[in-house]
């Protein structure tokens, strides 16, 4: 048995399925050697598009055959179980290549492995599929004819790799903080849909920033939970020093007050000292409104108001945090800056540009193709 390539399709620990490739003239014959059909033994030779139910390397797979010389082991998505599967091709054949997918940020491929949803991977796709490629070529062609629609297309371009293209796989950063006891934990339980964060009438509770991964609207969010702000000592004290931190690093934070509250908290920067974020970073929610009389309920001001408890107008403020994010998506089909150094070499292209530094901005979007094009070629290879 010779010329043997085993290449784990799908990345490490990510899915509930692995899949693993072995192509060359002897994959059948590892095959026949290490699987256990649940029915009729597999026939002699391989048959194209046939795939059988049985089990590989003691777990429970499916094998199918997808090309002349090529398989493809479907089984378990665990790390272990896709070793355990590569060990037994190794025992049967030990001359085999393993190959691994490049996985390191800077890697084209490493977005679309790691992108954490639907919306973000569809992204991805688009860009597989040319839309950057396209983009970049329409841009440059404009930089000499029509350089006035050359800059807006290349600041859109430029905005949408800030915006979105670094948020494709590493998600946007939402602090939920306000006073004590206002509900902040019940709400970011309320927003992901189960108790992540412990829930108590006693002011003071959440001590340490918890985090929790969900999606809006198909966005990757980080939702961070912390403790409640006001003048405190000890370990509380070390809980409000980490809070702050976390402000200071968040793309979006939701300032919650309790409604019912006589001292209803405006958020106000500099009591939290969040010096660098803009306003238009802050949501102020006014929580517990089903405690409060109808007639009382949407009191004019620029607040949100919900109940973590009732669910009521949840969906408002995940509006109004989506829109803060990214308050201009990509339209389907769009390009999208997607590694950091396509985005990075775009957001200088545009600068050159915008200083009519012709040459330097051609470069640099020449430099952007072809790492694109090296992007598609990888993924097209597998
Ligand atoms: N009626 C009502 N009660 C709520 C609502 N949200 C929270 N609570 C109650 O308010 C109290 C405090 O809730 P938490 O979610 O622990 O408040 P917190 O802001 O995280 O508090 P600290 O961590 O201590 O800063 C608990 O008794 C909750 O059950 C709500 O929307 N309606
Ligand atoms: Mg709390």
Not at 29 to 36: D, I, L, P, Y
Not at 115 to 122: D, G, N
Not at 283 to 298: E, G, Y
């Amino acid at each position: 048995m010779s010329d043997i390539v085993v290449t784990p399709l799908t990345p490490p620990g990510r899915g509930a399925i692995a899949v693993v490739e072995v192509r060359g003239s002897g994959a059948w014959e590892v095959a026949r050697q290490g699987f256990r059909p649940r029915g009729q033994p597999l026939p002699d030779q391989p048959e194209l598009h046939r795939f059988w139910l049985g089990t590989f390397a003691g777990d429970e797979v499916i094998l199918a055959v997808t090309a002349s010389q090529r398989l493809e082991i479907h089984c378990h998505g665990g790390r272990r179980v896709v070793q355990r599967v590569i060990d037994q091709i190794l025992n049967t054949c030990p001359h085999v290549v393993i190959e691994s997918l490049q996985d390191n940020p800077d890697d084209g491929l490493y977005p679309l492995l790691h992108a954490p949803t639907l919306r973000t991977a569809s992204i991805l796709l688009d860009q597989w599929q040319g839309a950057l490629a396209e983009e970049l070529q329409r841009i440059q062609d404009a930089v000499d004819t029509t350089p006035h629609k050359a800059a807006s297309a290349l600041a859109r371009l430029a905005e949408f790799g800030e915006r979105v293209g670094k948020h494709l796989v590493e998600p946007w950063q939402v602090v939920i903080a306000g006073p004590p006891n206002a509900g902040k934990s019940s709400l970011v339980n309320a927003l992901v849909g189960y108790q992540r964060s412990v829930v108590s009438a006693v002011p003071g509770t959440t001590r340490d920033p918890v985090s929790v991964c969900t999606a809006f609207e198909g966005w990757p969010v980080e939702l961070f939970d912390t403790a409640g702000l006001r003048d405190a000592s000890g370990l509380e004290a070390e809980g409000i020093a980490l809070a702050r931190r976390r402000l200071q690093q968040a793309d979006a934070i939701v300032w919650v007050t309790d409604a019912t509250s006589p001292e209803t908290v405006v958020p106000d920067p500099e009591t939290v000292a969040v010096v660098p974020l803009p306003a238009s970073a802050w949501i102020w929610v006014r929580n517990k409104v089903d405690r409060l009389p109808a007639s009382q309920r949407h009191e004019p001001t620029t607040a949100i108001a919900l109940s973590a408890k009732t669910g009521e107008h949840l969906g408002q403020l995940i509006s109004a945090i989506v829109t803060r994010l990214v308050p201009h998506p990509p339209p389907p089909g769009a390009a999208v800056p997607y590694t950091p150094g396509l985005i990075e070499r775009i957001s200088r292209a545009n600068k050159a540009l915008s200083e009519n530094q012709f040459s330097v901005c051609r470069q640099l979007l020449d430099d952007a193709r072809r790492w694109d094009q090296a992007y598609r070629t990888t993924v097209s290879g597998l």
